[in-house]
């Protein structure tokens, strides 16, 4: 049953936002070489709604690529995201980012997310990010199979969409990986209450699969021409990419320390 108590969705702090944003920016770029983006016209074609971004879940670095996404992406939107309660209260400056808490497989958690998803998704310029799986799973396993929360509150919902994203992690030509992310075809919802919450639930992680297939299909065929880099980050492998620049140096030519034929 639905809670009669109106909430408003999480405060955001922009100027803690803005910082954090640099910060998962930066650690990326240590962390990978590249963040690469395919599908980008969907993601632009599902923005005149409020929005439900939901995303396969094959690694903990999952929500810190999110918040990279929704930050070069869509930066005038308001982005929010569910956290396990124990977490928010061992990290409260979550709470300022646009995170809520929801305690995982407890109805109390259940409600929580349906009650602050519900009150996200009614505004515009509003988007939703979650990792429907509820745990980590390969980008590979199918079928791809989300838990029943995205159904009941697609089911609660008039007039939003939902952009699925897939996410893989690969290594290519260099020592660091590549993150690869794709964006699916957008669902439009414009009366949730027409469907069960089964049927969502199957409509959306169907689509999801999709997804994920054509993102499996692009990231083994290594084909860069796909997708848009979004990031670039590190290429060396130690000292013998140190011994490469001085000997470029002393050639008076600029060192490129990528293994690949790309050049940023």
Known sequence: MRSS?????????????TLFHGYVDWYLRRNFHTVRVAGLSYARMATDRPLLVVL????????LIALELSSYLMPDWNHYGPIDSEALEKYGFFRKLGFFGVEPGTAAGAAAFLRNGEAILSHPKNALWVTAQGHFADARIRPVNLRA????????????????????????????????????????????????????????????????????????????????????????????????????????????????????
């Open 5 to 17: 108590r109106r909430i408003e969705p999480p405060k955001i702090n922009r100027f803690l936002l």
């Open 56 to 63: 396969n879940h094959p690694s903990w670095w999952d929500p």
């Open 149 to 264: 929360g995205t159904g009941h509150l697609l089911r609660r919902l008039k007039n939003v969409n939902v952009l699925p994203v897939a996410i893989e992690y690969q290594f290519w030509e260099e020592r660091f990986a590549e993150v690869l992310v794709r964006f699916g075809e957008p669902i439009a919802v414009d009366d949730g209450s027409l469907k069960t919450a089964d049927e969502w639930t199957a409509s959306v992680s169907a689509r999801l699969e999709s997804t994920q297939g054509k993102l499996a299909e692009i990231s083994i065929a290594r084909d860069r021409e796909a997708f848009r880099i979004l990031t670039t980050g590190r290429s060396w492998i130690g000292v013998y990419d140190l011994w490469r620049t001085v000997m470029a140096a002393l050639r008076g030519e600029r060192f490129h320390g990528a293994h690949g034929s790309e050049r940023f």
